[in-house]
Antibody, heavy 124, light 107 residues
Framework: QVQLVQSGAEVMKPGASVKVSCKTS????????IHWLRQAPGQGLELMGR????????NYALKFHGRVTMTRDTSVGTAYMDLDRLKSDDTALYYC?????????????????WGQGTLVTVSS | DIQMTQSPSSLSASVGDTVTITCRAS??????LNWYHQTPGRAPKLLIY???ILQSGVPSRFSGSGSGTDFTLTITSLQPEDYGTYYC?????????FGGGTRVDIK
C-alpha cells in the first residue's frame, strides 16, 4: 500500500534551517506530485508548495518564497523540504502529501495519502 | 488567492444526528472542492473529492454536494468516531487553499 514516512521531530534555534524528508513506498514515485503543508498548533492547514518528482520542478506559495526549497531523490523515492531563516512562528507540524491522480491525469487534484507529520519547534 | 470560508466553526451533535457543514469559495471553483477529516494527533484523511465523489473506504454516511462557490458536507447518522475537525480544500488553483475548519464534538 501507499506509504509516506517522514523524518523525526526537530528542535531548532531561530535563524537556523531545517530539512524534513518524506520517504515514499507502494507506488511509482515519479508519477505523482508531492505537496508540503504545515499546521501550527491549534490552527488549520497551510500549503507551502509542491514538487514534480519527475522533473524536480517546484511551485511555492508566495508566503514562503525565498525561504523554502523542495527537492527529491528519485533513486530512493524521497522528497525533501528545506525551510531557512526559521522564526518562532514556524513552529508547526509539517506534512507531505501525495496527489490522488498521476501527473497529467486531471487538472483537479486532492491529497489521498499523507505522511505522519514532523513536528518542528523553533525556540531559543 | 482563493479564500475558503467554512461554517460553522464548531458544532456539537448527538450520535445519530445529521450534521451539515458548509464551505464557500471567494470565487467560482466549479467542482474543484475536497473534504478531509482530522482527529487530534493524526494526519487529515480524504473523505470526498471533486465535490461529491466518496473516497474509497469512506462510509456512505458522508456525502458532498455543491458547485461554483457553495458546497456542503453532510454526515447522516453521526457516529462517535466522527468527532474531530473537518476541512474543505479548493484545487482550482495550482496551490490549494483550505477552509479554517469545523470542529465537531459528540454530545
Amino acid at each position: 500500500q501507499v506509504q509516506l514516512v517522514q523524518s523525526g521531530a526537530e528542535v531548532m534555534k531561530p535563524g537556523a534551517s531545517v530539512k524534513v524528508s518524506c520517504k515514499t513506498s507502494g507506488y511509482t514515485f515519479t508519477e505523482y506530485y508531492i505537496h508540503w503543508l504545515r499546521q501550527a498548533p491549534g490552527q488549520g492547514l497551510e500549503l507551502m508548495g509542491r514538487i514534480d518528482p519527475t522533473t524536480g520542478g517546484t511551485n511555492y506559495a508566495l508566503k514562503f518564497h525565498g525561504r523554502v526549497t523542495m527537492t527529491r531523490d528519485t533513486s530512493v523515492g524521497t522528497a525533501y523540504m528545506d525551510l531557512d531563516r526559521l522564526k518562532s512562528d514556524d513552529t508547526a507540524l509539517y506534512y507531505c502529501a501525495r496527489e490522488g491522480l498521476p501527473l497529467g491525469g486531471s487538472s483537479s487534484y486532492w491529497f489521498d495519502s499523507w505522511g505522519q507529520g514532523t513536528l518542528v519547534t523553533v525556540s531559543s | 488567492d482563493i479564500q475558503m470560508t467554512q461554517s460553522p466553526s464548531s458544532l456539537s451533535a448527538s450520535v445519530g444526528d445529521t450534521v451539515t457543514i458548509t464551505c464557500r469559495a471567494s470565487q467560482r471553483i466549479a467542482l474543484y472542492l475536497n473534504w478531509y477529516h482530522q482527529t487530534p494527533g493524526r494526519a487529515p484523511k480524504l473523505l470526498i473529492y471533486a465535490a461529491s465523489i466518496l473516497q474509497s473506504g469512506v462510509p456512505s454516511r458522508f456525502s458532498g454536494s455543491g458547485s461554483g462557490t457553495d458546497f456542503t458536507l453532510t454526515i447522516t447518522s453521526l457516529q462517535p468516531e466522527d468527532y474531530g475537525t473537518y476541512y474543505c480544500q479548493q484545487s482550482y488553483t495550482t496551490l490549494a487553499t483550505f477552509g479554517g475548519g469545523t470542529r465537531v464534538d459528540i454530545k
